[in-house]
């Protein structure tokens, strides 16, 4: 295993981190996964998102660029590590299945390098078959053979569980802000309803907030929650349709904003215990600016909906018009 992994490992794990050390880090991180394979980011082809029934995976040069957005990256590998350390609490051996490793598996090397093949045991899947082969080339890379069970080229929306029972933690970072375009919702719902009822899901919970943001994008307002994808959540919906939706009715004659203040989504995500994105804090959660907020105020209700659809997202409706 690559000692230079191991110690970026370590660094982003450690209490004194410092957003200098952080960055540093995160670049000698993407320069081994780079070393490790032949894949070219900048090719046109891996640029090509996939489109699916209900949702699009990312082009795999998207995908690998994830690693770029630092809190994520860092809250993600704590978190999911806060998860691990959790589960081995309560057994010798834990089994993860990452859902949407992109072409490096990103979340879970550095988890991979902390602890042994005896305490970790992960699945990897993957729709892009390129990601999928890249990430084998990986795993040989590094000699993380042994804590693999299996690499699959799969649709997670569709694949039916062959050991759903082995399975503590089920990880998987297929999103955008305000839950647009990709297919979290769907992949956690199909995947964590074949699992135990005490596996983990990561992240935890992932809240979208219908806010009002000043316009210089300083301050934000909760008027109120819109949806909260959590496994509670998943529990009571595991059946995701192509027509499936669920929607919030808002009554705005009870908020008054000022003048320039815009009508937003705001995404939270937990992603274990201690670990959150907060607004802002990663393009995964910056708000989804909707409108001024003025041209909203008139209308004495407003419905927003979340509809899984080829492009899964927020509408808004009043009167049963669409206006957004
Ligand atoms: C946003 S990228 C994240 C990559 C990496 N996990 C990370 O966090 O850095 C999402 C990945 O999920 C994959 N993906 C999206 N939908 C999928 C599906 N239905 N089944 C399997 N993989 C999917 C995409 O191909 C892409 O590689």
């Not at 992960?122 to 690499?151: A, K, M, R």
């Not at 907030?209 to 529990?235: E, G």
């Not at 708000?287 to 105020?297: A, E, R, T, Y």
Request: glycine fraction near 4%; proline fraction near 4%; include cysteine.
């Amino acid at each position: 295993m690559s000692k230079s992994l191991r110690q970026i490992a370590e660094t982003l794990f450690s209490d004194a981190l410092t957003p200098q050390k952080l960055e540093n880090s995160l670049k000698s991180y993407r320069s081994i996964l780079l070393n490790a394979t032949t894949l070219g980011l900048d090719d046109q082809y891996n640029k090509r998102d996939v489109q699916l029934q209900n949702g699009i995976a990312i082009g795999l040069s998207w995908a690998g660029s994830c690693l770029d957005d630092p809190i994520r990256t860092l809250k993600f590998f704590r978190g999911t590590k806060r998860a691990i350390e959790a589960k081995l609490t309560e057994k010798e051996s834990i089994h993860l299945l990452y859902a949407g490793t992109g072409p490096f598996a990103t979340l879970i090397l550095p988890l991979l390098s902390h602890f042994s093949s005896d305490q970790l045991q992960v699945t990897l899947l993957d729709v892009n078959p390129t990601s999928v082969e890249n990430v084998s080339q990986i795993i040989d890379y590094f000699g993380f053979q042994n804590h693999v069970q299996e690499i699959r080229c799969v649709d997670a929306t569709k694949m039916i569980l062959e050991n759903p029972l082995e399975l503590d933690i089920l990880l998987s970072e297929t999103m955008q802000h305000a839950l647009q375009r990709e297919l979290q919702v769907v992949i956690t719902s199909h995947l964590f309803n074949q699992m135990r009822a005490d596996a983990i899901l990561i992240p935890q919970s992932i809240e979208l907030d219908i806010v009002c943001v000043s316009n210089d994008a300083v301050d934000i307002q909760r008027i109120d929650q819109f949806l909260k994808v959590d496994v509670d959540f998943l529990r009571l919906h595991p059946k995701m349709h192509a027509d499936w939706h669920i929607e919030k009715t808002m009554d705005f004659s009870k908020f008054h904003g000022t003048p320039n203040d815009l009508l937003a989504i705001s995404t939270k995500i937990k992603v274990y215990e201690g670990e959150e994105i907060q607004w802002n804090e990663s393009g995964l959660t910056t708000p989804k600016i909707i409108g001024d907020l003025k041209d909203f105020q008139n209308a004495n209700e407003l419905v927003f909906r979340y509809a899984i659809s080829p492009e899964p997202g927020c509408t808004i409706h009043s009167e049963s018009t669409q206006i957004i």
